[in-house]
């Protein structure tokens, strides 16, 4: 089992993206909102950014929206 989080902004069409893919294929994990700022934190101190959205993949960061949906897809 993989350990999977979503870092996102509410604001963020990408993020929005991904999200939509989610619910569309009932796909559930963490949703991690970065304007609070300890998730902000840890994005900034495990991925090295802060840009979203951001998949945490057993705690590596995987970023843009595409390459989330393709993961997710597999």
Do not use: A
Request: net charge negative; proline share 8%; hydrophobic share 30%.
């Amino acid at each position: 089992m993989q350990d999977l989080k979503l870092y996102y902004s509410p604001t963020c069409p990408y993020c929005q993206k991904v999200q939509h893919f989610m619910q569309e294929n009932n796909i559930v994990f963490p949703l991690m909102d970065v304007s609070e700022p300890e998730n902000r934190q840890t994005l900034l101190e495990v991925g090295g950014k802060v840009q979203v959205p951001c998949l945490f993949i057993n705690g590596k960061p995987m970023y843009e929206s595409n390459d989330i949906i393709n993961y997710l897809n597999k």
